[in-house]
Nanobody, 121 residues
Framework: QVQLVESGGGLVQAGGSLRLSCAAS????????MGWYRQAPGKQRELVAT???????NYTDSVKGRFTISRDNAKITVYLQMNSLKPEDTAVYYC???????????????WGKGTLVIVSP
């Protein structure tokens, strides 16, 4: 299988910055899209940013110009640099990967356990 482990969450004041990291490991043959979703209290999980294997990025409108996603394919790691954070960015951030696993011999969606980001006013 494929495991995703996030790090980098925490408490920050509005206007501050955080950098999230997500490292993938396991029986990975290839990873297509890799990215970040978030879920705020009482809300549905939503896409934040994704990156294709060639580095093409896609962002939800509310984070454009503030967040930057990047990938290190050699380390099988995806990062999310979050600047100019706002209280409404408070959420649990989940790493996601669409990967082909040698164990299952199929493409599947994998999720990390999440990392909490709290932005205080």
């Amino acid at each position: 299988q494929v495991q995703l482990v996030e790090s980098g969450g925490g408490l920050v004041q509005a206007g501050g910055s955080l950098r999230l990291s997500c490292a993938a490991s396991g029986s990975i043959f290839s990873i297509n899209n890799m990215g970040w979703y978030r879920q705020a209290p009482g809300k549905q999980r939503e896409l934040v940013a994704t990156s294709t294997s060639t580095g093409r990025a896609n962002y939800t409108d509310s984070v454009k110009g503030r967040f930057t996603i990047s990938r290190d394919n050699a380390k099988i790691t995806v990062y999310l640099q979050m600047n100019s954070l706002k209280p409404e960015d408070t959420a649990v951030y989940y790493c996601h990967a669409h990967a082909f696993s040698v164990a299952t011999m199929s493409n599947m969606d994998y999720w990390g356990k999440g990392t909490l980001v709290i932005v205080s006013p």
